[in-house]
C-alpha cells in the first residue's frame, strides 16, 4: 500500500518537517523494552516503514550499540524522520532511505543486517505484499540477524477485542486485500522464508510481537 489512509495512520503536523504520530508515542517504549531483550547490541539495524521517525529516534539514543537505517516509502515522512534524527545521537542513525518493502527484490542492494524491525505494517498490506516483505526481510539479515515483528494480528483466525475487530474492517473498507494478518499465517510465511521463531510476547493494547532468527540452514 502506497497511500496509507491517515484514519489508519494518523500522524499530525508538528515543528518544521517533523510529523507525531500518537500510536509510535504511546508504544515506544514497550518496543524499546523488547528490544533490549531481543535486538543484538551491536551491528547496523534497518528499520522498514520507520513512518514519523520517533521510534528511530528513541531507540538509537537508548540502545546506543547499534546504528540505525531508517526507510521510508512517503517522502513526507523521511523528511520527518531527517527532523526528528537530529535528537539522536551523533551518527546513530544514517540517512532514511526510500524503500518500498513489498517491492521483490530490495534484499540483494539492501542486507547484511543484525537486525531488521518492522512496526505497525503488515495488516495495512495485501497477503502477497506481505509474504514478499517477510522474505526480503529474511534475505536481508546477517547469518545470526534477527527479524522483530510488531503490530495488530488475528490470533487463532479471531480479533481479540471488538475495538480489533472495528479496526480490521475499517482496514479492508479501504484496502480490501489488506487487513489483520492471522497469527498462525504469519509463523509459516516466516517458516518458508527461512526465519526460526524464538519469542512471541504479547504486547499492551493486543499488539503481538515476533522476535525470528535466520534458520542455520537458509540460503
Ligand atoms: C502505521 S504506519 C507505522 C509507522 C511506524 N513503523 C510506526 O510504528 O510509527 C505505516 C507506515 O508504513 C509506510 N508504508 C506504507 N506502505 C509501505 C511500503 N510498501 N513500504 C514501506 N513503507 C510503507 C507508511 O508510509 C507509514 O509510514
Redesign the pocket.
Known sequence: ??D?PPR??VAHKGTGARLH?P??ER?ADAILDLLKTHAPTSGTAL??????G??VTHFATHLPGLTWQP????DE?RASITAWSTDAPEEAILPPLH????TPGWSAIHNGFALVLL???LH??STE?ARTLIAEAARALAPDGRFIVYGPFLRDGHATSDGDARFDAAIRADHPEAGYKNDADMLGWARDSGLDLIARTEMPANNLALVMVRSKDAS
Do not use: C, F, K, P
Open positions: 500500500m502506497t496509507t489508519i495512520s504520530a500510536a509510535a508504544n528499520e522498514i516503514a520507520s513512518g514519523t520517533q521510534h526507510t521510508e516509502i512517503s515522512r524503500l518500498d518493502a513489498t512496526v505497525n505494517l495495512l498490506i505484499a
